[in-house]
């Protein structure tokens, strides 16, 4: 069992930027790529970047040049800076965690921008 807890996520205006972060507990050791998805009401939840163990990143079209992940394998965390924020950027935002065949998800974050 994986355990994820999401900070970071607030409300700010057009162009501005926050940090997101995640820690995860529990199995820690089996953890494979950490991502961050992200979802709107009514719509289905996407992803927005996933980093692998070995650091390989990828990234939604939409924030690419704008968002960066990392990892602290170390520290067990993972984050999502993000820089030049729109107000379709708006959404929850959710930490995964891929174990195996399995993947753990946070509770989510708000994170609003205003125009």
């Known amino acids: 069992q994986v355990q994820l807890v999401e900070s970071g996520g607030g409300l700010v205006q057009t162009g501005e930027s926050l940090r997101l972060s995640c820690a995860a507990s529990g199995s820690i050791f089996s953890i494979g790529t950490m991502s961050w998805y992200r979802q709107t009401p009514g719509k289905q939840r996407e992803l927005v970047a996933r980093?692998?163990?070995?650091?390989?990143?990828n990234y939604a079209d939409s924030v690419k040049g704008r968002f960066t992940i990392s990892r602290d394998n170390a520290k067990n965390t993972v984050s999502l800076q993000m820089n030049s924020l729109k107000p379709e950027d708006t959404a929850v935002y959710y930490c995964?965690?891929?174990?195996?065949?399995?993947?753990?998800w946070g509770q989510g974050t708000q994170v609003t921008v205003s125009s």
């Open positions: 995964a965690a891929a174990v195996v065949l399995t993947t753990y």
């Open positions: 980093i692998t163990s070995g650091g390989s990143t």
